[in-house]
């Protein structure tokens, strides 16, 4: 059973950092692409940060406009974990984090797997 767990959520203040973490069991994903999504109240699920594999060790990152240069996304493989580095944060990060995974390489479609989500509140 796969299962993806996050962690590293909280309340910070505008321009302060957090990593979340998200653990992946049941499968390995060093081939397979992964991604941050976020939603907050009101609004629809989106799609914030992806690394994809591109064959042997090389991995692409993309990123949403409203996170590039600020957030960074990385994974371990070893450890079958993802993160997201978020700095200078702002109030519109304000979100439940999802982690995702996918069972091809690049994303394609809807993630197969979710993680339950991490809740991330930045105040002003």
């Known amino acids: 059973q796969v299962q993806l767990v996050e962690s590293g959520g909280g309340l910070v203040q505008a321009g302060d950092s957090l990593r979340l973490s998200c653990a992946a069991s049941?499968?390995?994903?060093?081939?397979?692409?992964m991604g941050w999504f976020r939603q907050a109240p009101g609004k629809e699920r989106e799609d914030v940060a992806t690394?994809?594999?591109?064959?042997?060790?090389?991995?692409?990152?993309d990123y949403a406009d409203s996170v590039k240069g600020r957030f960074t996304i990385s994974r371990d493989n070893a450890k079958n974990t993802v993160y997201l580095q978020m700095n200078s944060l702002k109030p519109e990060d304000t979100a439940v984090y999802y982690c995702?995974?996918?069972?091809?390489?690049?994303?394609?479609?809807?993630?197969?797997?979710w993680g339950q989500g991490t809740q991330v509140t930045v105040s002003s």
């Open positions: 995702a995974a996918y069972l091809t390489a690049q994303p394609m479609g809807i993630p197969n797997y």
């Open positions: 049941g499968r390995t994903f060093s081939s397979n692409a």
């Open positions: 690394t994809r594999w591109g064959g042997g060790s090389t991995y692409y990152a």
